[in-house]
């Protein structure tokens, strides 16, 4: 599982008929320290993160669990959007800001 | 998933035999940031992706869906072609240019 | 497999229901040498690891195993809480400190 | 998938009895570029590589497939020699020759 | 498969009843070039490496199979001792001195 942040949409009209219907979005993942990531996870989401929010990202069987079936050409999805995140005294997650 | 831009092709004849036929494409993941990454996927292509296109990638069980057997040594497919792709303000895509 | 640090824990009231009554943490992977791990792990944990505490991290179907079920939205868990590390001579452990 | 370089070999006494008789080649990964990659795969090889060759590894289920059995100690394979490899304009391979 | 050195054990009390018994045995993979890895795996050991061996490490189903049942929080195994690994001309493996 990782935690991201919704950073995009992508759109494909060619597609595997599989992936019909399917809101696909652009994930960062956090990280730990001062610098951002600069990788960029492609997931479907069945449970409607708008941008900017952070969520849960599911792969593999947990993801096409949460997508109905296990016969999609899809192995990642969001599976919950986060409300919170604490951190222990000393962490510090790039590009949020720490609270007082 | 990964969201990637085909950079080359890949050929083979000595191989197992549930390779043939298989269109094999070379993949750069997309990045955020400034730096491309230096990654390269090997992914079969069922749908017909041209060289620069921008392609959606899976792996695992959904490449193996996707192109139709679960017995095959294969793990990775193109499972879309990319028509459009949205970031939020702020978030760059290495290699690409910004829209005005 | 991995060993890693609970750093903090995450909150989500919209989810997918497999994942409702489960504890999430948020952990850092330990790393040889001198810097710490920027990554972070999202974990179920049914096993009570408190702040700080060094866990042992399962993936995929074991994931699955320890928390009960194959047909979850989960894909990673706490496996074990860890009592003690020893690391060979010459070996360091970043952010922990040797032991006289 | 990926595609890399056969740099080396492994041999083992000591194993489960499941890798009796595979030939354990160390595969280099084929990196974007100026820099080379610093990981070592290590593939079970039952179609004959030779040291210097460019081969495709596969993962999982798909290198299982390819070693004729599920209940093996293998989860890495080579599954191809590479005849060739094209490349876009303004693509490089790390330690490959541009051809003219 | 990776190839690594063993640099450590781990202790568990607290642990899924499924990890009874198991050695727990730190990892590090090996890397080509002059810079060690600096990432830790953690692997149930069945065979009985010592400290500082190389072993190879296996994966998921692959790991499970040499552990003797799918149904266990672990997905990580050693299935081989390596007893030599050789490099051809021009490879270097970090932290192995080159043979004359």
């Not at 009209?13 to 599989?18: F, L």
């Not at 994930?27 to 479907?44: H, T, Y």
Request: proline share 5%.
């Amino acid at each position: 599982m990782l935690v991201g942040r919704v950073v995009g949409n992508v759109w494909a009209t060619q597609k595997d008929p599989t992936l019909e219907g399917l809101r696909m979005l652009l994930v960062q993942p956090l990280a730990l320290g001062e610098r951002a990531s600069d990788e960029i996870i492609v997931a479907a989401d069945p449970i409607g993160a708008g941008p900017g929010e952070t969520v849960l990202v599911a792969f593999g069987r947990a993801a096409r669990t949460v997508l109905g079936t296990q016969d999609a050409g899809w192995q990642v999805a969001v599976v919950a959007i986060v409300d919170d995140i604490s951190v222990d005294e000393g962490v510090t997650i790039a590009g949020r800001e720490s609270e007082p």
